[in-house]
């Protein structure tokens, strides 16, 4: 049994609690809606359904400075957010998100943020790395150039381990190089060559 799920709080909001457990999350933000005055935007996002995002004023600094004034052009764009068990709200140290890395930036951006009354700090945030993409692979160019009924099986196992990646349109190719392969390997006797 596990109790960490009857002690989180009931929020439609991402909470500096949620990542005591979890540690740094990246978030991809799908849309942004207005929120409350003290927390003007909700940053939905992909990983968190049904909990926004809403930054802390001198992390929406942090967000103007590396992506500009709109936030609607964030949609699509990347956060890692972590726990800081060192923030302050007013005198009490309870604890805040801020963001370590962000997506569409080339090199750190560094931001003046209040660390307490008339007392400020330079905050850095550093690129986000695209995530690796895999390429893109010719299915049936690959099929073709296949030279062996072996290479043909081969590559079969290895399109069948991808969900969705065998079509009908595969399974034809399939069909027809492996009736190609066979007439190769084995060509048609002659009535000369009948024994």
């Known amino acids: 049994m596990d109790m960490t ?5 009931k929020t439609d909001q991402i909470n500096n ?5 979890t540690g740094p999350i990246t978030v991809t933000i799908k849309r942004v809606t207005e929120g409350p005055p003290e927390q003007p935007f909700n940053f939905h996002t992909e990983e968190t359904p049904g909990r926004a995002y809403r930054p802390s004023k001198s ?3 942090v967000m103007v400075a590396a992506w500009g004034t709109n936030p609607e ?5 990347s956060l890692t957010l972590y726990r800081n068990p060192a923030t302050k709200f007013g005198s009490e140290q309870t604890g805040g998100i801020e963001i370590s890395h962000m997506s569409h930036i080339n090199k ?5 943020i209040t660390v307490s009354r008339g007392k400020r700090k330079p905050f850095t945030v550093k690129p986000l790395a695209a995530p690796v993409q ?9 099929i073709d150039a296949t030279t062996t009924t072996a290479a043909l099986t081969a590559l079969y196992q290895q399109i069948r381990q991808i969900p969705g990646a065998y079509t009908d349109e595969l ?3 399939f069909t ?3 009736a190609a392969l066979k007439v190769t390997a084995a060509p048609e006797q002659t009535e000369g060559d009948a024994a």
């Open 17 to 21: 609690e949620d990542l005591i457990k």
């Open 59 to 61: 992390m929406r600094r």
């Open 73 to 77: 052009a964030y949609v699509g764009r």
């Open 171 to 173: 399974k034809t190719a």
């Open 176 to 178: 027809d190089r492996g």
């Open 134 to 142: 895999e390429p893109v692979r010719d299915w049936p160019t690959e």
């Open 108 to 112: 750190p951006s560094t931001v003046a």
């Open 5 to 9: 799920a009857s002690t989180a709080a």
